[in-house]
């Protein structure tokens, strides 16, 4: 099965400052359609998850520009280029390219 | 609107059994995978099991195989997550999610399933 790591654990980030999230898979997410099924999801205190960037860098309908995906391979990035209250919560990287897929551990974006 | 319902939860002994429902609304439901995420409170999610539009193709992780079976019924726009043999280490807020280009995009509410004597 394939692990995904997320760093770092917690990300302080002073409002209006941008924050960057990494995620590591332990074997390529390359499928075997030539795509990579790297996504990402927000999930704020007390709601389910929502999805945010789909095949490491396509927005979800309704996504903010602010958010940012880039990637390739085993190494993927999120980034938030201006940190609004609204984007409290945690963010999780999720691989679809095998089966079983797999979550990262999260990685929760705080304001300082 | 695309709308996922999700009822079942509830307090069980260890060995208990549960049934977890979802019924979809506002997408044509037999044309997706659907998918059961999971998630201790306080901690990450877990990916649990998937199904096929027609329920012929079925994957779970490792630790709730031969516990767990999904299944749907595409007449009555529903998927199902039976629960058998449940320990404490079951107990978390089960999600159904639309399973859409190899990821979830739209989740229910969400069902907490505590496992304890």
């Known amino acids: 099965d394939i692990v995904m790591t997320q760093t770092p654990l917690s990300s302080p980030v002073t409002l209006g400052q941008p924050a960057s999230i990494s995620c590591r898979s332990s074997?390529?997410?390359?499928?075997?359609?030539?795509?990579?099924?790297l996504s990402w999801l927000q999930q704020r205190p007390g709601q389910p998850p929502r999805l945010l960037i789909y095949?490491?860098?396509n927005r979800f309908s309704g996504v903010p520009d602010r958010f940012s995906g880039s990637g390739a391979g085993t190494d993927f990035t999120l980034k938030i280029s201006r940190v609004e209250a609204e984007d409290v919560g945690v963010y999780y990287c999720?691989?679809?390219?095998?089966?079983?897929?797999?979550f990262g551990g999260g990685t929760k974006v705080e304001i300082k | 609107e695309v709308q996922l319902v999700q009822s079942g939860g509830d307090l069980v002994q260890p060995g208990g059994s549960l049934r977890l429902s979802c019924v979809a609304s506002?997408?044509?439901?037999?044309?997706?995978?659907m998918s059961w995420v999971r998630q201790v409170p306080g901690k990450g999610l877990e990916w649990v099991a998937n199904i096929n539009q027609v329920g012929s193709e079925t994957w779970y992780v490792d630790s709730v195989k031969g516990r767990f079976t999904i299944s749907r019924d595409n007449a009555k726009n529903s998927v199902f997550l039976e629960v058998n043999s449940l320990r404490a280490d079951d107990t978390a807020v089960y999600y159904c999610?639309?399973?859409?280009?190899?990821?979830?995009?739209?989740w229910g509410q969400g069902v907490l399933v505590a496992v304890s004597s």
């Open positions: 999720l691989q679809g390219t095998q089966f079983p897929h797999s």
């Open positions: 999610a639309r399973h859409w280009y190899y990821t979830v995009d739209f």
């Open positions: 506002g997408f044509t439901f037999s044309d997706y995978w």
């Open positions: 074997q390529s997410l390359v499928h075997s359609d030539g795509n990579t099924y």
């Open positions: 095949k490491i860098s």
